[in-house]
């Protein structure tokens, strides 16, 4: 059902596919030993094949079909739980876009249809089922999830659902900060990470997700806009590509990066040392951007030391750069150096450097350090000694 029979019919291969079944979750459990229920919003069975997960939910029922006990509505609208059971028919107008609505059946090998998603396929369109407004206030994240749609599988948002994305963003401020996490990783981790963003700040989404980055974008510095974000979200889907790893720590240092950078420049004004400065900002910027979106400390630590290492990789004398090179952090830190070069934040001629001195061996290092060193300093004591004697 849903995204894999999509897939399939778009040609392309499906990450996963979803089970649909009129069997309650209790009875799915009593069918298979090895499964387990999750949620309480959405009550599923996960039935585990080893380290495979095979998804199973039940036909939910339309709204107001409920017998009183498992659908649960807020003031708002929002959908708090929708444990309502019901048949395929009804099930299907439960989705979220009539391409997600498609069901193969393994009995007749056939697809079922009742939301025209086979026509939206067709016509390159993904479409809200039922009103727009009422859908994405039961689950305002529906409107993320039509962005990361329209990037990953290129169709447009039909017209009415896309006035209700430009209306209803603010409703995203009221969906917990974990969930939100969820779905950020789920938008730029796909392939098309700059689709996507580019798409977020057209719907004026990206805000409720990063507002001190929005804020940073809005200014230009020395009149040309930062580029920073585009440059590691473009890179992201190229190392997805080609099959490399990613991870949230690297992403968020790029995506909070300018705010943590104009603090940081003003701390230094104000006074504060470099390294301290840097850090008092880091903190900052995290405290409030985990108010948005929650950031597990397994990635807020190493994104925060590779921060860290930033002003450091400019000094590299003495045993300095041998020390940093054995840091655990050093290739993120690296990378991001290589980011940072190519917005012009920092000179060219150092990432260069530290791309010769990992390469080469260390009698080149050594003469690499030496030469940093300028000639005075090398000579010491003779040269003051001489000056003395004059």
Not at 108 to 114: G, K
Not at 151 to 160: C, H, S, V
Not at 337 to 363: H, I, K, M, P, S
């Amino acid at each position: 059902m849903g995204g894999g029979v999509r897939d399939l019919l778009l040609g392309r291969e499906p990450k996963d596919f979803d089970i649909a079944t009129d069997a309650s979750p209790e009875e799915v459990r009593g069918l298979f030993r090895n499964c387990r229920l999750v949620g309480r919003r959405f009550r599923l069975a996960h039935i585990m094949f080893g380290r495979e997960i095979i998804e199973v939910a039940t036909f939910r029922a339309q709204a107001g079909a409920e017998d009183g006990s498992g659908i649960e509505v807020e003031e708002g609208g929002r959908l708090l739980r929708d444990n309502s059971f019901g048949t395929l028919e009804e099930d299907a107008w439960r989705r979220d876009f009539t391409i997600n609505a498609l069901y193969y059946s393994i009995e007749d090998f056939s697809v079922a249809d009742y939301t025209d998603g086979m026509a939206d396929i067709e016509a390159g369109l993904l479409r809200v089922i039922g009103e727009p407004e009422q859908r994405f206030r039961e689950d305002p994240v529906r409107m993320l999830r039509a962005v990361r749609f329209a990037a990953k599988i290129g169709f447009r948002i039909d017209e009415a659902s896309e006035a209700k994305i430009f209306e209803l963003g603010y409703l995203l401020d009221d969906i917990p900060a974990a969930r939100l996490f969820d779905e950020v990783l789920k938008l730029f981790f796909g392939g098309c990470a700059l689709q996507t963003f580019e798409l977020l700040r057209h719907y004026n989404l990206f805000q409720y997700l990063f507002p001190q980055t929005d804020d940073e974008l809005a200014e230009e510095e020395n009149h040309f806009p930062h580029t920073m974000v585009m440059r590691a979200l473009a890179n992201t889907d190229i190392r997805i590509a080609q099959g490399k790893p990613v991870t949230p720590a690297f992403l968020y240092a790029a995506l909070l990066w300018e705010p943590v950078r104009q603090e940081w420049l003003q701390r230094q004004e104000e006074g504060v040392p470099e390294q301290p400065a840097l850090t008092q900002a880091a903190q900052d910027v995290i405290g409030l951007q985990i108010e948005c979106t929650s950031l597990p400390r397994r990635f807020s630590t190493p994104m925060q030391e590779i921060w860290a290492m930033q002003p450091r990789l400019a000094k590299r004398a003495g045993k300095r750069a041998w020390r940093l090179l054995e840091h655990p952090r050093f290739r993120a830190a690296y990378d991001f150096l290589l980011l940072c070069a190519e917005t012009g934040e920092v000179d060219q001629a150092l990432a260069e450097w530290w791309t010769v001195f990992q390469e080469v061996d260390d009698e080149q290092r050594k003469e690499m350090v030496r030469k940093l060193t300028p000639k005075r300093s090398r000579r010491g004591g003779r040269s003051s000694n001489k000056k003395a004697a004059d």
